[in-house]
């Protein structure tokens, strides 16, 4: 079974801190991705990656920036965390690129304070 | 504008009883249309995904439906279990750009 974990399943941040999201998946996937799901706008992408320190853009990326220096790690990283940003995160991960049927993990629900 | 519009939002059925779930999309050019089911305070689970030529797609009590040509599918949960209470998720990949367009989602609550 693929299993993707995040490191924190709560977390509480105040305005202006930098935060860390790590994701870890074991299932050797080239792809991995990062969602933020918010009540009546469903999951949208704030960025992928298809492969170790390549990185691309999604539909919501500001204020966000990512990290992939291994294979297996992803790390999403909000550089001034502010209150628009709470949120639950979810992190994914396929093996074959946006078409493959995609993995998650358990979220993380930040809040920022 | 690719959408992906869901019904209803939410809603309320007596275990045992089969609902039927919606999704109506925009989403063109079509590659494949996922359905997923997301547990409170947990991540989604793919239960069936449709490529075009598809029309129906079963995963236990799970059944999926897809009319590429009217652009909507649904997913029909037969003898519902209190288990089923979850969200689920209709979510559709644009061929170009392999871009992936999620729905709002259906809450669904099973009552004994």
């Known amino acids: 079974d693929v299993k993707v974990t995040q490191s924190s399943r709560y977390l509480v941040k105040r305005t202006g801190e930098k935060v860390f999201l790590e994701c870890v998946q074991d299932?050797?996937?080239?792809?991995m991705f990062w969602y933020r799901q918010d009540p009546g706008l469903g999951l949208r992408l704030i960025y992928f990656s298809y492969d170790v320190k390549m990185k691309e853009k999604g539909d919501i990326p500001e204020g966000y920036s990512v990290s992939r220096e291994k294979k297996e790690r992803f790390s999403l990283i909000l550089e001034s965390a502010s209150t628009n940003q709470t949120s639950m995160y979810l992190c994914a991960s396929s093996l074959h690129a946006l078409i493959g049927e995609q993995f998650f993990g358990p979220g993380t629900r930040l809040t920022v304070l | 504008k690719n959408q992906v519009e869901q019904s209803p939002q939410s809603l309320i059925i007596l275990e045992g009883k089969n609902c039927t779930l919606q999704c109506n999309y925009t989403v063109s050019p079509f590659s494949n249309l996922r359905w997923y089911k997301q547990d409170t305070g947990r991540g989604p689970v793919s239960l069936t995904i449709?490529?075009?030529?598809?029309n129906t797609k079963s995963n236990g009590r799970y059944t999926a439906t897809l009319d590429a040509d009217t652009k909507q599918s649904s997913l029909h949960i037969t003898a519902s279990q209190l288990s089923d209470s979850a969200s689920y998720i209709c979510?559709?990949?644009?061929?170009?750009?392999?871009?992936?367009?999620f729905g709002g989602g259906t809450r669904v609550l099973v009552k004994p």
């Open positions: 979510v559709v990949v644009k061929a170009a750009g392999n871009k992936l367009t």
């Open positions: 299932m050797d996937h080239e792809n």
């Open positions: 449709m490529t075009f030529s598809e």
